[in-house]
């Protein structure tokens, strides 16, 4: 990992350009931090279960919608291209459901 960044930084010294290395936007890569809780739930979920459900999904869905938004800030892309990909997010949502919980209330 230490020789990758070293290697970007190298690149970006000797003026190649790197998109996801835009500076004016080093604050999205915050954004993208986010997904870290959704992936922890899933992979802890999954190792839990052992199984691919769909708390898992819905986990790894979350992360991907972080993911997405960071990426069009990091690299500086156009939301008016890009917006359909948020369509067919929630077409998966729809289509991956978490299973509901049950309220403490409810009598078994």
């Given at each position: 990992m230490v020789v990758?960044?070293?290697?970007?930084?190298?690149?970006a010294n000797l003026g190649v350009?790197?998109?996801?290395?835009?500076?004016?936007?080093?604050?999205?890569w915050f954004i993208l931090l986010g997904a870290a809780w959704p992936l922890?739930?899933?992979w802890q979920r999954y190792r839990t279960t052992g199984t691919?459900?769909?708390?898992?999904?819905?986990?790894?869905l979350s992360a991907l919608s972080i993911g997405m938004v960071a990426t069009i800030f990091i690299l500086d892309l156009s939301w008016g291209k890009w917006w359909p990909l948020f369509v067919i997010y929630g077409g998966?949502?729809?289509?991956?459901r978490e299973p509901r919980r049950r309220r403490r209330d409810e009598v078994r």
């Open positions: 990758g960044v070293g290697l970007i930084f190298l690149g350009q790197i998109p996801f290395l835009n500076w004016a936007n080093w604050w999205a922890s739930e899933a691919f459900d769909g708390t898992v999904a819905h986990s790894l998966l949502c729809m289509l991956v």
